[in-house]
Structures are given as C-alpha cells and as structure tokens.
T-cell receptor, first 113, second 114 residues
Framework: GQQVMQIPQYQHVQEGEDFTTYCNSSTTLSNIQWYKQRPGGHPVFLIQLVKSGEVKKQKRLTFQFGEAKKNSSLHITATQTTDVGTYFCAGVHRQAAGNKLTFGGGTRVLVKP | DGGITQSPKYLFRKEGQNVTLSCEQNLNHDAMYWYRQDPGQGLRLIYYSQIVNDFQKGDIAEGYSVSREKKESFPLTVTSAQKNPTAFYLC?????????????FGPGTRLTVL
C-alpha cells in the first residue's frame, strides 16, 4: 500500500542547534504537506510543496521536495523552545482519489534549554 | 469566527456501547475527514467525504460509520464492533476540487472506553 515514513521518530535538540527531519514515500507524490502538532493540541498546517525540487522557507524553517517527488525534508535552524511539538509530513499519492492525505508517523521534537 | 469544532472534548464509554462524535465546520469546505491518532503515533484516515451525501472508507474504517447530510456536519459513530476504540479522534476539512488544499483540523475528541 501507499506509505509515508518519517525519520527520526524522536529528536532531542539543544536550544540554538539545527536539525533535520526526513520524509520518504513508497510511491510518487502529487504534493506534500507539513503539519505541526503541539503537545495536547491538533495538527496545524505549515506548508505545501508541489514542484519537483521545490524549496520553501518560513523564517527558521526550510522545506524541500525531492527531485523524484518521493521524499521531503524539514530543516530547522537555531532551534527555540517554541519549536517543541510533533512535525508530520503528509503526501497525496498520484494514484489517490480526491484529497486523501497519507500521514507519516511524525518526528517528536524536544528542546533542551 | 470561522473554524471547525468538535464535541465533546473528552468522552467516556462503556464497552459494547455505540457513541457519536460531532464535527461541524463553517469554513464552507466541501471535503471533511476523520482521523484516529493513538499515543505517540501518526494520523490514520477513517472516513472522508468530498461532497454532501457521499463518503468513502479510509484505511481503518472497520467498526466506524459516518453520515454527511449537511455540508457543515460530518458526525462519526464508533460502534461496538470497533475492537480498540480508545484514541484521540480528529476531524478535518478542506476545499476540494484539486489535490492541493490544506486541511484544517478541529481540537479533537479523546475517547476512553472503560
């Protein structure tokens, strides 16, 4: 079946350091979206990538979509305590009907002050 | 304010009972979705609907049922056939018509089966 895998599952980061989380799909994606879920909260949309090789930035967050449209990454620079939460990637597979998203398992980010 | 609401926030149910979770949106979205999230896990799609009076099974539909009689509402019933219903249930909505639409999530309902 269509799967989306994320690594690492957990990320412990010292405040001020950088880190990257990776997302890999078993099949080619039409687009990929990233969401953030704070502890006890609900997922909130961050960004969507559509084009092969696309790179988008939001302040300290950099999102990339692979050339083959099967993988993506989120890089956070100068981590802050406000970055705590779980980051999910979610892809729309080319074969999927409608707007059906397949979510990765998420990367849980803990920040050490 | 525009948004998506879910009620109740916490729900306790005895084994063998059916329970219905509410989801309402006033964003004028055509598509609505139900996800299940287990502790430390990702989101799994239960059911989704792209238009009123139509819905499709997601990846884990067994033991659940839905209806879509109004554009604004997409209630989920967790039936007694669901073997392990304790989880966090999230409802979402989006515009439809293309595959490039973000989903807006409600605050969720935490269901505990006693």
């Amino acid at each position: 079946g269509q799967q989306v895998m994320q690594i690492p599952q957990y990320q412990h980061v010292q405040e001020g350091e950088d880190f990257t989380t990776y997302c890999n799909s078993s099949t080619t994606l039409s687009n990929i979206q990233w969401y953030k879920q704070r502890p006890g909260g609900h997922p909130v949309f961050l960004i969507q990538l559509v084009k092969s090789g696309e790179v988008k930035k939001q302040k300290r967050l950099t999102f990339q979509f692979g050339e083959a449209k099967k993988n993506s990454s989120l890089h956070i620079t100068a981590t802050q305590t406000t970055d705590v939460g779980t980051y999910f990637c979610a892809g729309v597979h080319r074969q999927a009907a409608g707007n059906k998203l397949t979510f990765g398992g998420g990367t849980r980010v803990l920040v050490k002050p | 304010d525009g948004g998506i609401t879910q009620s109740p926030k916490y729900l306790f149910r005895k084994e063998g009972q059916n329970v219905t979770l509410s989801c309402e949106q006033n964003l004028n979205h055509d598509a609505m979705y139900w996800y299940r999230q287990d502790p430390g896990q990702g989101l799994r799609l239960i059911y989704y609907s792209q238009i009123v009076n139509d819905f499709q099974k997601g990846d884990i539909a067994e033991g659940y049922s839905v209806s879509r009689e109004k554009k604004e509402s997409f209630p989920l019933t967790v039936t007694s056939a669901q073997k392990n219903p304790t989880a966090f249930y999230l409802c979402a909505s989006s515009f439809s018509g293309s595959s490039y639409n973000e989903q807006f999530f409600g605050p969720g309902t935490r269901l505990t089966v006693l």
